[in-house]
């Protein structure tokens, strides 16, 4: 059973920048597309970005050009530079294997990270 866990959210001003990482126990991480999303207060979880095991990435329009994902395989870790942050980025965030559609994840979902954005 793969285990996930979130960190590096806060509280940050608007404008400012945060650096979430997504660490998995499984040992395989790096043949998997990875994902990470976020929950603000009353929404559903939505995904944001990707990352493919090639590295290639896509972003929801709400993050694109603020925020950049990476990986890094052989530690079994996932990034989110989070640059430009803005109120309604607030959100708990969570990292995940995605499946083919929808907002959902293959594996069982970690604590998340929550990330606050206010002055």
């Known amino acids: 059973q793969v285990q996930l866990v979130e960190s590096g959210g806060g509280l940050v001003q608007p404008g400012g920048s945060l650096t979430l990482s997504c660490t998995a126990s499984?040992?395989?991480?790096?043949?998997?597309?990875m994902a990470w999303y976020r929950q603000a207060p009353g929404n559903q979880r939505e995904v944001i970005a990707h990352?493919?095991?090639?590295?290639?990435?896509s972003y929801a329009d709400s993050v694109k050009g603020r925020f950049t994902v990476s990986r890094d395989d052989a530690n079994n870790v996932m990034y989110l530079q989070m640059n430009s942050l803005k109120p309604e980025d607030t959100a708990v965030y969570y990292c995940?294997?995605?499946?083919?559609?929808?907002?959902?994840?293959?594996?069982?979902w970690g604590p998340g990270t929550q990330v606050t954005v206010s002055s």
């Open positions: 990352i493919s095991i090639s590295g290639d990435s």
């Open positions: 995940n294997r995605p499946t083919n559609s929808g907002n959902f994840g293959w594996w069982p």
């Open positions: 499984r040992s395989s991480f790096g043949i998997y597309t």
